[in-house]
């Protein structure tokens, strides 16, 4: 991919070629994201998350990954992709528990 002038600043331009920069830049950062699987069964009395664990960067503390976040004491996520993306989803997950709680008095089923 080539950057012709000024054709990758927006998502509604074209470039002479006829490609939508912002798009496959797009596409190229999801299919090199983590590539991590993620598998979850729910039982009647319990359930079961698995996930890879992969640490990108040797200088980084391997009990700090994690892509299994708690929402509520009841609610728990696993995400898989990008771990700042994760940060900012599950950030936003918590908000609107929080939110629904303080509107209707109970925590979110």
Not at 7 to 31: C, V
Not at 81 to 94: H, L
């Amino acid at each position: 991919m080539s950057r012709d002038s000024n054709y990758d600043h927006h998502i509604s331009i074209f470039s002479p070629q006829g490609r939508l920069y912002q798009m496959e830049y797009a596409f190229k950062a999801a299919s090199s994201a983590s590539g991590l699987t993620g598998v979850s069964l729910r039982g009647k009395n319990s359930c079961v998350v698995v996930t890879q664990k992969k640490v990108p960067d040797r200088l980084m503390d391997p009990i700090s990954v994690s892509h299994m976040f708690n929402i509520t004491p009841k609610i728990g996520v696993l995400t898989t992709g990008m771990i700042a993306d994760c940060k900012a989803q599950v950030q936003r997950m918590r908000y609107e528990a929080a939110d629904f709680q303080f509107k209707f008095g109970y925590s979110i089923p």
